[in-house]
């Protein structure tokens, strides 16, 4: 039951942030999104996964390794436009 609980809440917190990476992916626009906060968030949840794998729990590790994935491409994106609006 409880390992049940972890999966569930792991997957509605990871599909979250597909469509705010999807729109990211599509417009290429971060415009609305705060790097420092996006930074902050992703050094988060890379600890988050590390843990997860560190103490071999695999509903964190694997929405947290999932997650990763979505805040890095934001993030990704995020710095490309902070870079284009200082040209």
Sequence with gaps: MITSLGFMAAAFTTLSFLPQAI???????????????YLMFTIGVLLWFTYGIATKQTSIALANGITLIFALIILKYTIDDLKKNKK
């Design 23 to 37: 729109k990211v992916i599509k417009t290429k626009n971060t415009s609305g999104i705060s790097f420092s906060m």
